[in-house]
């Protein structure tokens, strides 16, 4: 079993539209949660932290249920921007982090 | 400031020659990450450094994978000989310390590899 499994998607949505994606978990002692942003053919960047409590950055919003092992992230007010693959990632201990294969979201006009 | 830079971004070569991947980190981070990214199998963390000393190079698929950090700046990662399978993105990263909460690293722009 992977330690990080994503729906690949692809969302597609339109404009305006709100996105919602999950991802689970294997290691109940994971410590911490992330998600990534990737572009086509380029690097992976932070998007967001994951909190116990849940989190908000602007129009996104990310959700840890450690009880099922997984996270959720949802884009509110789609933009074409947000266009991207969506990676979570799962902290195991001091160094290593476990990247799921990405939830890809497309955003149309 | 700059990011982590890679060199070279693309390189296509033929089974059996040597590969040279280049990785200069971000100025002060003390940790450095090589992954490997394909459709099939993701990100796949293939070694790290702390302080220039290899800690964990589990991921490595085999021997003919090796990967040096001689200084604080510089780090390789080499591949000899190259086999089709190998054609994948390679992503240096680079962390301060433990990444604290967020956990962020930083990413350079990738070294896309294919090996016909």
């Known amino acids: 079993r992977k330690e990080v499994e994503q729906d690949p998607g692809p969302f597609n949505v339109p404009e305006g539209a709100t996105v919602a994606f999950n991802c689970t978990y294997s290691n109940s002692a994971s410590q911490s949660f992330f998600w990534y942003r990737q572009d086509c053919r380029k690097e992976p960047k932070l998007l967001m932290s994951v909190y116990s409590s849940g989190n908000e950055d602007g129009r996104f919003t990310a959700q840890l249920n450690r009880a099922s092992q997984y996270i959720s992230l949802l884009i509110r007010d789609s933009k074409l921007s947000d266009s991207a693959t969506y990676l979570c990632?799962?902290?195991?201990?001091?160094?290593?982090?476990?990247f799921g294969a990405g939830t890809t979201v497309t955003v149309r006009a | 400031d700059a990011g982590v830079i890679q060199s070279p971004r693309h390189e296509v070569t033929e089974m059996g020659q040597e590969v040279t991947l280049r990785c200069k980190p971000i100025?002060?981070?003390?940790?450095l990450f090589w992954y490997r990214q394909t459709m099939m199998r993701g990100l796949e963390l293939l070694i790290y450094f702390n302080n220039n000393v290899p800690i964990d190079d589990s991921g490595m698929p085999e021997d003919r994978f090796s990967a040096k950090m001689p200084n604080a700046s510089f780090s390789t990662l080499k591949i000899q000989p190259s086999e089709p399978r190998d054609s994948a993105v390679y992503f240096c990263?680079?962390?301060?310390?433990?990444?604290?909460?967020?956990?962020?690293?930083?990413f350079g722009e990738g070294s896309r590899l294919t090996v016909l």
């Open positions: 990632v799962v902290r195991l201990n001091d160094y290593k982090l476990s």
């Open positions: 990263a680079s962390r301060a310390g433990t990444g604290g909460r967020t956990g962020e690293l930083f």
């Open positions: 100025s002060g981070h003390d940790y």
